[in-house]
């Protein structure tokens, strides 16, 4: 009920202040292994009802049949629109399970882009990289940006 009528924000945890203009804003509270963080599967929704209806609104706006879409730190979910036909989704995340419960994923691969910011896929393979709630978990988001324009085709959106 505390989702169903929210005003579609990610909650803070624990109240504690957002620190965008600190010394260094892309460090994590936690500097452990991320790897070894999603060693099991996290089956929860990262947005509440009413932010995942957004943001399925903008990708069935922005998204056009037929497109090669890449779902950036993806995990079971994609909130993609499920009337949006023959889209041609990949899944770059970190867990496994929780990638093959998604059944908006043709394919997946496992990828760390904090060890490694690098993006393994050919230079303009997709029409479309979509990252739902995820981008504040990159410790090196300028360098997988920077990729991610090499992996867009001309006019690709992200």
């Known amino acids: 009920m505390a989702t ?8 803070r945890l624990n109240e504690m202040p957002f620190d965008f203009l600190g010394t260094y804003p892309f460090r994590r509270q936690s500097e452990t292994d991320t790897t070894e963080f999603y060693r099991n599967q996290r089956v929860v929704y990262h947005i509440d009802q009413k932010a ?3 943001v399925r609104d903008i990708y069935g706006r922005l ?3 037929g497109s ?7 995990s079971w979910v994609s909130h993609l629109p499920d009337d949006l ?15 093959m419960a998604n059944p908006a994923l043709a ?5 760390d882009l904090n060890a490694s910011p690098e993006l393994p896929f050919d230079d303009q ?3 479309a990289v979509i990252c739902t709630s995820s981008v504040e978990y990159l410790i090196r988001p300028i360098e997988v940006f920077s ?12």
């Open 52 to 54: 995942g209806g957004h």
């Open 68 to 74: 090669k879409v890449l779902d950036l730190m993806s």
């Open 4 to 11: 169903e009528n929210s005003p579609g924000m990610q909650a």
């Open 125 to 127: 393979g997709f029409d």
């Open 63 to 65: 998204l056009k049949p």
């Open 147 to 158: 990729d991610i324009a090499c992996i867009l085709k001309p006019g690709g959106i992200l």
């Open 85 to 99: 036909p023959d889209l041609d989704v990949t899944g770059l995340g970190m867990n496994a399970e929780e990638l």
């Open 107 to 111: 394919r997946f691969v496992i990828h």
